[in-house]
């Protein structure tokens, strides 16, 4: 939650444990109407009429976070970020686009970024493992029914879904990166 002073200024965040810090300066990433739903006071809300009712939610994101056993260079991989937009047999990105959003787990491919930030980072030595980072676009309403369930504990039919996109992840990873097919050493998938 956010502090605020008398005036409606920022001056800290009191954290779930109940821990205060203290700062001049607060920067939210949990979006815009977790910000000013959730965390920021209602009074300062209401006092600043910050309007909440007008907003939508935007595009999330769904993140793979992968180990794998092996360097770049046995695996193939570089420090480039691969973005890739899949096209319909038309060479049409954006009817791409709609497939992907109308049902994300039968569209075939999805738009997708992958980056490996230990190949990046030149001032680690990462030994004989390597990470990559994918990034799919996500809607917030596929993954509402799960919203006030509580973290790793939100049933198995969450985790079938969230399994379901690892495995299509994977698939995408070895097709641009066949070296790393049976290197990965763990996943962790997170949702909006």
């Known amino acids: 939650?956010?502090?605020?002073?008398?005036?409606?200024?920022?001056?800290?965040?009191?954290?779930?444990?109940?821990?205060?810090?203290?700062?001049?300066?607060?920067?939210?990433?949990?979006?815009?109407?977790?910000?000013?739903?959730k965390l920021?006071?209602?009074?300062?809300?209401?006092?600043?009429?910050?309007?909440l009712a007008p907003c939508k939610t935007s595009c999330g994101f769904i993140m793979a976070n992968i180990g794998i056993k092996g360097t770049a260079e046995e695996l193939g991989i570089t420090n480039a970020n691969l973005?890739?937009?899949?096209?319909?047999?038309?060479?049409?990105?954006?009817?791409?686009?709609?497939?992907?959003?109308?049902?994300?787990?039968?569209?075939?491919?999805?738009?997708?970024?992958?980056?490996?930030?230990?190949?990046?980072?030149?001032?680690?030595?990462?030994?004989?493992?390597?990470?990559?980072?994918?990034?799919i676009f996500a809607e917030y309403p596929e993954f509402e029914p799960w919203e006030n369930e509580p973290y790793l504990n939100r049933g198995d039919d969450y985790d079938e879904k969230k399994n379901a996109y690892e495995q299509m992840l994977l698939?995408?990873?070895?097709?641009f990166y066949p070296k790393t097919e049976g290197k990965v050493d763990m996943t962790n998938i997170s949702t909006p």
């Open 171 to 175: 698939k995408i990873l070895y097709r």
């Open 83 to 135: 973005w890739y937009a899949p096209v319909d047999k038309n060479d049409d990105m954006f009817e791409a686009m709609r497939d992907y959003y109308k049902d994300p787990l039968t569209c075939g491919e999805p738009p997708v970024m992958l980056t490996f930030p230990s190949v990046k980072d030149q001032s680690t030595d990462y030994g004989n493992k390597t990470t990559c980072q994918m990034l």
């Open 40 to 51: 920021v006071p209602k009074k300062v809300v209401e006092k600043y009429n910050i309007p």
């Open 1 to 37: 939650e956010v502090m605020c002073n008398e005036k409606g200024q920022a001056c800290g965040v009191t954290m779930m444990d109940g821990t205060q810090i203290d700062c001049s300066l607060v920067v939210s990433a949990a979006g815009y109407l977790n910000t000013f739903n």
